[in-house]
C-alpha cells in the first residue's frame, strides 16, 4: 500500500490515475486496507487531487474516495476534518459527466449512515448541485443512479429530511423515476414518494393528480427487488390513510379502481417471504379502511385471517409487529371485521408483552396502540386491562427525549382520540393531555403536527376540552399554535365557540368555573385500577369517519362537531 501512496505525488497523470485505481482494488476487494490505507497517509492526497486540473484525475481520486470512505465511518470523519466535501461539491457541478458521476458516489459514500457527513454537505451546499444533476441527464442511468443514491444517502434515517430532499426533487420527477430501469433508481423513487405520502394530504392528492397511482400499481405485478416491491406497497398504504386513522377517499378509490386490492391478496398468497405478506396485509387494510365499496371488493378475493394471525406468533420482531398492525388497521372502528378476525384464531395478549416489556421505544409505541385497538378480541387476560396498559405505556412514551417517538406517541394519541369513548377520558385522566399541550412548542415540525392532531381530536372529549381551554386562557398564543400546526386534523367546533366567548368577555382564567390546568389534570401516576374503572365505565364503541357525527356515536358527554383546521383558519 505504502508505494502505491508514494505515486500520489506525481506530477503525471497516468501515473496518479493507476494508482488511484490499484487504492480502488485494494479497498474494494480487502476491508482492513480501508483503515491501511488511511492509516499511511492515503486520504490526504486523494482530498488534494480532487483540485487537480486533469478531469480524469478528479474523477479516479472521486472514485477512490467512494471506495475507502464506504461503510468506514472513521474515513467518512477524517476526510470530513481535512477539507474533503467543497471539493466533492464543485465537481459535481464539473461540465465533465465523468467527473460529476464519480464526485456524486463519493458524496453518498461520504453521506452513508453517518449524521454528521450528512448536515456538513447540507450545510455546504451539497443537495442542489445534486438534484441539477438528477434533473438535467434523465435518460443517463449511472448519472441518475448517483444522484439519487447520494440525496437518499443524504436524507439518512430522519423523515423530515427525507420530505425535504423529495420536496426538491419533485413529485412528477419521483414518479417519473419510478418507471426507471434501474432497480437502484425505483427503490429512491418509491421510498421517497412514501416518505410524501406519510399524513401528508396535499402530497397524497398531488401523487394521485400527478398519475402516481398507476405506476405503483403496475409494479406489483413486476419482478421487482424485495426492497422495492416492500417500497411500492408501503407508498400505496401511505396514499391511502391520512392523519389519525382517517381514510383518503379518492386515494383509495384510485388504487383499488387500478386493480392494487387483487394484486395485493394475490401477492400474499404467492410471496416465501413473511415480511411481504404482513406489508402487503396492512396496503389492503389501508385501502379498503371506512371504504365500503373496497371492503366489497376484498369480499370477492380469497383472503382470510388466518395466515395473518399465524404471522403474528413469528420469532421475526418486524413480522410480527407487522402482522399486529395489519390486524389492527382491519380491526380500527370495525365491529364486523373484528368478529372475522376472532373467527380466524387466536391473538394471545401475552404475545405482546415482549414489545411492551423490551427497550426498543419504538417497538413499545407500535405494541401499546395494537393491544388497545385489538383488546376486545385478544385472549390471556380483559379487555380493560390490557387497554389500560396500553394507555400507560404511551402516556409514558409522550415523555420520551426521542422525537420520533414522541410523533408516534401523539399520532397513536391522535387516532385512539375518535375509537371508543373511554379511550379520550382515560387519556384525560392519566393527563396526557397536558402532555400534548406542550409538545405544541416543541422545535421539531412533525412532533408539533402530530401533537396538534392529537389535541384537535381530544376536544371532543369535555374534560380535554376544558383543559385546553384553560391553557389557551393562560397562553394565548396557544391557540394560534394549534392551528398553525394542525393542517388536515379536525378539532371540536363546541371547543372554538367556547374560545371566542372567552375572547369576547374577556374572561381570567378561574372564571366560568374552569380549574386551574394544574387541578383539572391529575397527577401523571394514577394508578393502573383509576384507569381500569374508566374504562368500565366508559367502553362505547364510537367510529368517527364523517365530517360530523351523530349522537349516538359520540361520548354521550361531549356531543360535538368536527371543525376543520382550514375552516376556522379562514
Given at each position: ?174 414518479i417519473v423515476l419510478l418507471e426507471s430501469k434501474s432497480e437502484k433508481i425505483q427503490f429512491v423513487a418509491a421510498k421517497a414518494l412514501s416518505t410524501l405520502s406519510c399524513?401528508?394530504?396535499?402530497h397524497q392528492t398531488k401523487i394521485r393528480e400527478a398519475g402516481g397511482v398507476l405506476p405503483l400499481v403496475r409494479m406489483l405485478k413486476q419482478s421487482a427487488s424485495e ?344
Amino acid at each position: 500500500i505504502v508505494p502505491v501512496i508514494q505515486l500520489l505525488s506525481s506530477w503525471l497523470p497516468t501515473v496518479l490515475v493507476s494508482a488511484m485505481k490499484s487504492l480502488c482494488q485494494l479497498g474494494a476487494n480487502y476491508e482492513p486496507n480501508k483503515g491501511e490505507i488511511a492509516k499511511k497517509g492515503g486520504l490526504q492526497p486523494l482530498v488534494s487531487l480532487l483540485e487537480n486540473s486533469d478531469p480524469q484525475v478528479q474523477a479516479e481520486s472521486a472514485n477512490a474516495l467512494t471506495v475507502v470512505c464506504r461503510e468506514s465511518e472513521g474515513n467518512q470523519n477524517f476526510i470530513i476534518s481535512i477539507g474533503g466535501i467543497p471539493p466533492l461539491v464543485k465537481l459535481v457541478q464539473s461540465s465533465n459527466i465523468e467527473v460529476q458521476v464519480s464526485a456524486a458516489g463519493a458524496l453518498q459514500s461520504l453521506a452513508q449512515s453517518n449524521s454528521v457527513s450528512q448536515t456538513r454537505i447540507a450545510e455546504l451546499g451539497g443537495i442542489n448541485p445534486l438534484i441539477r444533476l438528477l434533473k438535467s441527464n434523465p435518460r443517463n442511468l449511472d448519472v441518475q443512479e448517483r444522484a439519487s443514491g447520494a440525496l437518499w444517502a443524504l436524507s439518512g434515517d430522519d423523515p423530515t429530511k427525507q420530505r425535504d430532499i423529495g420536496t426538491k426533487i419533485g413529485i412528477e420527477m419521483l414518479i417519473v423515476l419510478l418507471e426507471s430501469k434501474s432497480e437502484k433508481i425505483q427503490f429512491v423513487a418509491a421510498k421517497a414518494l412514501s416518505t410524501l405520502s406519510c399524513g401528508t394530504p396535499k402530497h397524497q392528492t398531488k401523487i394521485r393528480e400527478a398519475g402516481g397511482v398507476l405506476p405503483l400499481v403496475r409494479m406489483l405485478k413486476q419482478s421487482a427487488s424485495e426492497r422495492v416491491l416492500l417500497a411500492v406497497i408501503g407508498t400505496l398504504a401511505a396514499l391511502s390513510i391520512g392523519l389519525a386513522h382517517t381514510p383518503v377517499k379518492l386515494n383509495q378509490t384510485a388504487i383499488a379502481n387500478g386493480g392494487a386490492i387483487k394484486s395485493l391478496v394475490q401477492l400474499i398468497g404467492a410471496t416465501d417471504t413473511d415480511l411481504v405478506k404482513v406489508q402487503s396485509a396492512y396496503a389492503v387494510a389501508c385501502i379498503i379502511l371506512a371504504h365500503p365499496d373496497n371492503q366489497r371488493l376484498l369480499e370477492r378475493e380469497k383472503f382470510g385471517f388466518t395466515d395473518l394471525i399465524e404471522l403474528l406468533y413469528s420469532s421475526d420482531r418486524a413480522v410480527s409487529l407487522g402482522a399486529g398492525r395489519a390486524l389492527t388497521t382491519f380491526a380500527y372502528n370495525n365491529i364486523p371485521t373484528q368478529k372475522e378476525i376472532v373467527k380466524g384464531g387466536d391473538i394471545q395478549y401475552e404475545q405482546f408483552i415482549r414489545f411492551l416489556d423490551g427497550d426498543d421505544q419504538d417497538e413499545q409505541g407500535n405494541a401499546a396502540f395494537q393491544i388497545i385497538i385489538l383488546a376486545r378480541v385478544m385472549t390471556g387476560e380483559d379487555h380493560v386491562v390490557i387497554m389500560a396498559r396500553g394507555i400507560e405505556t404511551l402516556h409514558a412514551l409522550l415523555y420520551s427525549e426521542n422525537e420520533l417517538i414522541q410523533e408516534l406517541a401523539a399520532n397513536n394519541v391522535a387516532s385512539l382520540a375518535h375509537t371508543r369513548a373511554g379511550i379520550p377520558a382515560a387519556l384525560v385522566t392519566i393527563g396526557a393531555m397536558e402532555r400534548l399541550i406542550s409538545l405544541l412548542q416543541s422545535p421539531a415540525e412533525l412532533v408539533r403536527s402530530s401533537a396538534a392532531t392529537a389535541v384537535g381530536y381530544m376536544t371532543f372529549n369535555r374534560g380535554a376540552m376544558r383543559i385546553l381551554l384553560t391553557a389557551c386562557r393562560r397562553q394565548p398564543d396557544m391557540y394560534q399554535l394549534l392551528f398553525a400546526n394542525l393542517g388536515g386534523g379536525k378539532i371540536s367546533d363546541t371547543f372554538v365557540r367556547e374560545w371566542e366567548y372567552c375572547l369576547t368577555v374577556g374572561l381570567p382564567s378561574q372564571s366560568a368555573g374552569l380549574i386551574p390546568i394544574e387541578h383539572q389534570m391529575p397527577d401523571h401516576a394514577q394508578s393502573h385500577s383509576t384507569l381500569i374503572n374508566q374504562f368500565k365505565t366508559t367502553t362505547i364503541d364510537t367510529p368517527t369517519y364523517g365530517t360530523t357525527m351523530t349522537e349516538e356515536m359520540l361520548d354521550v358527554a361531549s356531543t360535538h362537531r368536527y371543525t376543520s383546521a382550514s375552516s376556522v383558519a379562514q
